[in-house]
């Protein structure tokens, strides 16, 4: 089946800094990636869709400037987080829909769980 | 519009046991379905997926879903549970191929298998 490949798998950064969270389609081309947060025991959150060559689309109440989304090729999109707080800690799940429709399900990455301190 | 209600959030059996997780769906349109399972600090993979082929699906590591259109639902079942099987599971609806909408997940059902 279709991988998506996302790194870090984890991450530990201090207050203030920025962090990269890079998500990969491995064997397919993805013009729409989304990016979900999930807290503990809790659903995935969608937090942006990552459009190829355009501007994110960001949900409501997800600070466009704090969490930097680019996707910049059909097989990458990233996510920066920005001056990074404690309360960013959380796990992040990238996912992506093959864009040739052949594929209807979603793929995801393997998460990134980012600790702040 | 779509929407996913996973009518359990914890499920506990005992090994060996009968698994039955409930997914009830609404839709405005032909949806395709499917059901993940998250292990802790990891990813979601897919069990898997209806698309409007066979309503009874089969998926990896022994499980199955139907999709009853006339009750909105596609439960998961698996006959005989294995403590492996202790994982988050989420139901999801998803736009038609193609459609730049988002999918919807349900809150998602915790099992527990007991020895």
């Known amino acids: 089946g279709a991988v998506v490949s996302q790194h870090p798998s984890r991450v530990i950064c201090k207050s203030g800094t920025s962090v990269k969270i890079e998500c990969r389609s491995l064997?397919?081309?993805?013009?729409?990636m989304f990016w979900y947060r999930q807290f503990p025991k809790q659903s995935l959150m969608l937090m942006a869709t990552?459009?190829?060559?355009?501007?994110?689309?960001?949900e409501q109440g997800v600070e466009k400037d704090k969490f930097l989304i680019n996707h910049a090729s059909l097989t990458l999109s990233t996510l920066t987080v920005t001056s990074a707080h404690p309360e960013d800690s959380s796990f992040y799940i990238c996912s992506a829909r093959d864009r040739t429709g052949a594929n209807t399900e979603a793929f995801f990455g393997q998460g990134t769980r980012l600790t702040v301190v | 519009a779509q929407s996913v209600t996973q009518l359990d959030s914890h499920v506990s059996v005992s090994e060996g046991t009968p698994v039955l997780l409930r997914c009830n769906y609404s839709?405005?349109?032909?949806?395709?379905l499917f059901w993940y399972v998250q292990h802790p600090n990891k990813g979601l993979q897919l069990l898997l997926k209806?698309?409007?082929?066979?309503?009874l699906v089969k998926g990896i590591n022994g499980f199955e879903a139907e999709f009853k259109k006339s009750e909105t639902s596609f439960h998961l079942t698996k006959p005989s549970a294995h403590m492996s099987d202790a994982a988050e599971y989420f139901c999801v609806v998803s736009p038609p191929p193609g459609s730049a909408r988002q999918l919807t997940f349900g809150s998602g059902t915790q099992l527990t298998v007991l020895p």
């Open positions: 990552s459009n190829e060559g355009s501007k994110a689309t960001y």
């Open positions: 839709s405005s349109y032909s949806p395709s």
């Open positions: 064997d397919f081309q993805a013009t729409t």
């Open positions: 209806y698309t409007s082929a066979a309503t």
